[in-house]
């Protein structure tokens, strides 16, 4: 059974406005190295995944964006969404486009915008959960050993051991948790007995059908209506309608939290998902000061605790600040205290009212 691909490339990353844009989403920004944060997806399991086997879940708009960052994709590696209704959707219409072409595969679902390293433990940790999937066609998900009472991500409290694949621990999943409060996320760090979600799954496309018709059928007939119409010349209008009366989703909501074919492997990797500002603290060296800087042509004099981030021509400078976040890109300069940064899609809602904001946006 061949390998697929699945990289979930349709969102706008809005929580790092203004260096993403609508015209340069995250997932094309190169905050953790010389490549975009796709790149590193694609480079991640380019030793997995034959070439034509990568798909990528976007949409029209974001596929030209990305066609013009990355050489080499073509058509053939494109889902298109008429419009996003979420995780589900979006997991599925994947699904049935390899049911339809292959007749099955295995689905390596990706988010193309985490940090991820070492590589080769990530490999490994996928082709432990890939026995798992032959071996039991089990929905596997892959959770995180927390570093921090971290209250922006959700968790899986895990089960019973199963099994020990390559040195790997694969636990039943007792229940999926809610992004807790600062306290209730302290006891999670502690007990040992909750994983990050990292949102990275390992599963026959068959199977998530299966689950899909049993757990969210509406869902399922919709799909199912398109999948039926792949290869004809009605299947562009199909997807159209389809996703027109499609009700957005998550994958988690609509199936991983009611089935009981799931469990999860306990990862080894260091795993962020760059959800923030705030996540460059975590991936990029501090100085004596406590700053992070991205980008050149900075200048940083009496300033603490503060990250800066210049990605247009000129300079930045910071004198007598602390706590803030700074960053220049292109035709806006954002200056944002640091306990502000969870609120950055409400600045960005006011912002999307005034129309004359509309081209910074």
């Not at 921090?148 to 959700?154: L, N, Q």
């Not at 040992?192 to 799954?201: A, C, E, Q, T, V």
């Not at 939290?257 to 501090?286: M, N, P, Q, Y």
Request: with cysteine; charged share 30%; proline share 4%.
């Amino acid at each position: 059974m061949k390998n697929f691909a699945v990289i979930l490339a349709g969102g706008k990353g809005e929580r790092f406005w203004p260096a993403s844009r609508k015209d340069r989403p995250k997932q094309l920004l190169r905050l953790l190295s010389d490549k975009t944060m796709l790149e590193e997806t694609l480079c991640r399991v380019e030793t997995l995944v034959e070439p034509e086997n990568v798909l990528i879940v976007t949409s029209k708009d974001l596929r030209v964006l990305i066609e013009k960052e990355i050489p080499g994709l073509n058509g053939d590696n494109f889902i298109i969404e008429p419009v996003g209704r979420n995780t589900a959707p979006a997991i599925c219409l994947a699904a049935a486009n390899i049911i339809a072409k292959h007749g099955d595969g295995i689905m390596l679902v990706l988010s193309s915008d985490h940090r991820i390293k070492p590589v080769k433990i990530f490999i490994d940790a996928l082709e432990a959960a890939k026995k798992l999937v032959l071996d039991q066609d089990r929905l596997v998900l892959i959770g995180i050993e927390p570093s921090r009472p971290e209250t922006a991500y959700g968790y899986i409290r895990i089960g019973d051991e199963m099994t020990e694949t390559d040195g790997f621990k694969i636990f039943d999943v007792a229940s999926f948790r809610e992004k807790p409060n600062r306290l209730i996320a302290q006891e999670y760090y502690l007990d040992g007995r909750h994983l990050w979600n990292s949102g990275i799954f390992i599963w026959r496309a068959g199977k998530i059908m299966e689950e899909m018709k049993k757990y969210c059928p509406d869902r399922y007939e919709l799909i199912d209506e398109y999948m039926k119409a792949i290869g004809s010349e009605g299947e562009q209008e199909a997807l159209d309608s389809v996703f027109e009366r499609m009700k957005p989703i998550s994958i988690d909501y609509s199936v991983l939290e009611k089935s009981h074919s799931v469990a999860v492997l306990r990862a080894k990797f260091t795993w962020d998902d760059v959800g923030s500002f705030s996540a460059l603290e975590r991936i990029i060296r501090k100085d004596f000061e406590g700053n992070v800087v991205s980008g050149e042509n900075t200048m940083l004099m009496e300033t603490y605790e503060t990250t800066v981030m210049n990605e247009a021509p000129g300079i930045v400078v910071t004198y007598g600040v602390s706590d803030l976040v700074v960053v220049r890109a292109e035709d806006v300069l954002l200056i944002i205290h640091k306990t502000r940064i969870p609120q950055m899609r409400d600045l960005l809602e006011n912002l999307k009212k005034n129309p004359e904001m509309e081209a910074y946006l």
